[in-house]
């Protein structure tokens, strides 16, 4: 069975950088990691908020995990506002600082991390870090982010994958409100789909409404991408977006009116193609709608957990739990 999850952190001072250092810690050793690799995701941790604070005036980082079996993927997305990095070849140099530091920061994520990603302009900086294995049988790459209503410990919104050889399932809800009861009925959504994962996305949607009926209700859409095949299976309840990017065009999937597990008005399954270059963007109402990833110059290219972190750095309401999950193609 797939584990994901994501944890939030607000970098807004000095003792952010420890927060952000013990969440980390503690996801690394969730996904079983030995003392080593623990103490490595601690240090990418520390280096990366300490710049989002120093550098970029404050931001945030989120601490994601993914585990299949025994492989497990942690990542890092450090996320700011601030003016972006002006010289990449300098910051990525050690000794370099811009803010009278040691300039190791950078350096020494480079040489710690298994992947790194930088995305950086006028709009602010996002660095991906990851530390372990992420699985690509199918040449396909996922990264799922949900965080919780601000003050709040527990998110109403998640997310899951199931992947084989010949596809990639997809799944993101969101549970009625917010809070603890909402974040039962997202895990009750996620347990159903793992349990019925060799269904299609409007037979598995039509479980979770009758595993549902015991919570306070869900929004939820599930994506099946079949690579090889070139096509796309889709079906959603509630208001959660949908949209396929490729060329510069994108289109919207279809999701129908209702709440699983309370009332609903039909389960449909949608077909369309799915382009070599094609790009899934799933979203919870968490995230303004309105957003372009066309003015995000390079952004298209980058890994999904840049693309995601982007649109969820932008484009969150901050009055609800918020969600995003990006699916293309592997680089």
Known sequence: METAFTEFVAVTDTSSVGEVRRVALLAAQRLGFDETQCGEFALLATESSRNVLVHGGGGQVLIAGMKEGHTALARILA???????????????????????????????????????????????????ELGKEPTR????????????????????GWTFHQTRERMMALLVDGLGHGIDAA???????????????????????????????????????????????????????NISAVVLSGGTSRSLVSHNGTLGMTISRIQEFQADWPADGVLVLHSDGLQSRWDLGKYAGLMVKHPAVIGGALLRDFRRQRDDASVVVVKAAA
């Open 79 to 129: 996320m700011d506002k601030g003016p972006g990095i002006a010289n990449m070849a300098k910051a990525m140099s050690d000794g370099y600082s811009t803010a009278g530091t040691m300039g190791g920061g950078l350096g020494a994520i480079k040489r710690k991390s298994t992947a790194l990603e930088i995305f950086t302009g006028k709009g602010g900086t996002i660095v991906l870090m």
């Open 184 to 238: 039962d009925a997202a895990q009750e959504a996620i347990a159903t789909f793992h349990e019925r994962a060799e269904l299609g996305p409007a037979d598995i949607l039509s479980h979770v409404h009758d595993a549902l009926r015991k919570t306070r209700g869900a929004v939820a859409a599930i994506a099946e991408i079949r690579p090889k095949e070139q096509k796309l299976r889709y079906a959603g309840v509630g």
């Open 138 to 157: 199918d040449k396909l790459q996922i990264a799922g982010l949900a965080v919780p209503y601000p003050g709040e410990r527990f998110c109403g919104d």
